[in-house]
């Protein structure tokens, strides 16, 4: 039996060995350094995919900031189409106050005051809100300069289309000189064979002065004015504007 029995150890012994020689021979295989060429083309793989990463990070800030400019400068331009649409409609539906037909109330006479009556007429589409008004009267040789005008305690509306009337006069009473200048006829002049109306050098009644208002949009109004009586115009004379002081805004 003994002599039987080491055939067979021999050979286990010898696939015992052939195991560890193949193991050793497959784990130097795995643990053999690459070849230069190897380890170059491992590099330049490693460097593009480098490149590549670092280019699509560029590419997505680029299209970020393309995104970002597109859509500020789309909101630019709805802002500003707002604006304008909000500015048409307000210029277009916004009150607008004029003033009109100045009257004397009293006949002009010695000794008396003057005192006037105009129209205040809403020429816009919407109501004029906290309105206050101040006219002037009085008799001077040019028009009236550079004025400060008082704020108005008194406040009122006026409804689109509507018209109000506001009254005004001079504390002052005429004299006979003033009387004489401000009745005079002496308006007209030629030029050539035109006859031309001329605000002469002599004293005159000016009516001026100023509205401010709201409108229902919250912007602000204000309305200056300017009339001139020239006697000469017609059977009682009228009143004509001004060379300055005319304003709406």
């Not at 995104?67 to 304008?84: E, I």
Request: aromatic share 6%; net charge neutral; proline share 3%.
């Amino acid at each position: 039996m003994d002599h039987e029995d080491k055939p067979r150890d021999n050979k286990a012994e010898a696939k015992g060995f052939a195991s560890i020689a193949k193991a050793i021979h497959d784990h130097a295989a795995a643990t053999r350094p690459e070849s230069s060429e190897k380890l170059d083309n491992r590099q330049r793989k490693q460097n593009k995919i480098q490149k590549a990463a670092v280019a699509i990070q560029i590419a997505a800030v680029v299209v970020a900031g393309i995104y970002v400019g597109l859509t500020l400068l789309l909101w630019r331009a709805t802002k500003a189409a707002v604006n304008l649409t909000r500015e048409q409609v307000h210029t277009g539906q916004r009150a607008y106050i004029i003033v009109e037909h100045p009257t004397f109330t009293q006949p002009l006479a010695v000794n008396q005051q003057i005192k006037i009556t105009i129209e205040i007429r809403n020429t816009g589409q919407t109501p004029a809100l906290q309105m206050r008004s101040i006219a002037v009267v009085d008799v001077l040789m040019d028009e009236p300069g550079t004025v400060t005008y008082a704020t108005p305690e008194t406040v009122s509306n006026l409804g689109a289309g509507q018209t109000g009337k506001a009254h005004a006069g001079r504390v002052n009473r005429l004299t006979d000189d003033e009387f004489n200048q401000i009745t005079s006829k002496d308006e007209f002049s030629m030029d050539g064979t035109n006859t031309v109306l001329t605000i002469t050098r002599h004293k005159h009644v000016y009516v001026y002065g100023k509205i401010t208002y709201k409108d229902v949009f919250g912007g602000d109004g204000e309305t200056e004015f300017c009339t001139v009586y020239i006697a000469s115009e017609g059977p009682e004379g009228s009143f004509v504007g001004c060379k300055s002081h005319h304003s709406i805004k």
